[in-house]
């Protein structure tokens, strides 16, 4: 079905920092000559769903605001982005714009797809109470055990209702009595899109949660939500994405993008 502004009313924040530790004026980056955070506007710009670039720097919300896409600003000391998408969403109140239901795509994922944005969004249509909702995707066996054993890729395991159990950077679930070199012959394993919907009525209550032990061992903040009872609905999606953590990424990213575009990625 197609997915318009109404009832629901969506809106997709991309939340984009400048002084990541690992990538300082990451969003900039230029990817196919251009910078990463154009992509992801433009991306996201194809659902024809309002959206906002959530920055803390200047030269990031003139790069945004020169391309004809709305920028706010943000304090600079937000703990995550679910913190940087809440200021976001109170400072576009004031100008007038409301939504029900906030879509947070990160600045750091040029190659996320708009059909993976309006799987989302069509959770919160379909399943009227849906309070959050995120994205799946089933690993790749041919990529090989070392990149299931990574870290930087967060793993999950979810019910039979699509509902998320855990989130981790351990490989989940352990294949007992198997081999590990058989584990992908045997098992199949979720690895996590990182692409979060949530109502934004809930967000205030999300932000104001302490930490919890699961959280700080992962750095992972969705668990965060899971230890105080809240569900997470998951969605499968088979499109590949390519987020960009490190300056080394970029080159994997070139080459996603030579593959890729022909596919109008």
Not at 48 to 64: E, N, Y
Not at 199 to 211: D, S
Request: with cysteine; charged share 30%.
């Amino acid at each position: 079905m197609s997915i318009t502004n109404e009832n629901p009313r969506f809106i997709v924040i991309i939340p984009s920092r400048y002084g990541s530790s690992r990538f300082p004026g990451k969003p900039l980056a230029k990817i196919g000559g251009e910078p990463m955070i154009a992509r992801v506007c433009r991306q996201v710009e194809k659902t024809g769903l309002p959206m906002a670039v959530a920055t803390d720097d200047r030269r990031i919300a003139d790069c945004v605001e020169s391309l004809g896409y709305r920028a706010v600003m943000t304090s600079d000391d937000h703990p995550n982005g679910t913190s940087r998408i809440s200021e976001a969403l109170a400072r576009l109140r004031d100008m007038g714009i409301e939504a029900d239901v906030a879509i947070n795509v990160q600045g750091d994922e040029p190659f996320i797809d708009p059909t993976q944005i309006q799987a989302l969004a069509r959770t919160f249509v379909d399943e009227g109470d849906t309070m959050i909702a995120t994205l799946c995707r089933r690993f790749d066996k041919a990529n090989g055990f070392e990149a299931l054993f990574d870290p930087n890729v967060v793993k999950l395991v979810f019910n039979l209702r699509m509902e998320a159990i855990y989130f981790s950077r351990s490989i989940i679930p352990y294949v007992r009595g198997v081999d590990w070199k058989q584990w992908l012959d045997t098992t199949d394993f979720f690895t996590h899109v990182g692409i979060y919907a949530y109502r934004t009525e809930l967000l205030p209550r999300l932000v104001a949660l302490p930490q919890t032990e699961h959280e700080k061992a992962e750095s992972l903040e969705q668990l965060r939500w899971l230890d105080n009872g809240y569900t997470i609905k998951v969605r499968e999606t088979d499109r590949p994405t390519v987020g960009i953590d490190t300056p080394e990424d970029l080159e994997r990213a070139e080459k996603f993008l030579e593959k890729y575009l022909k596919n109008g990625l």
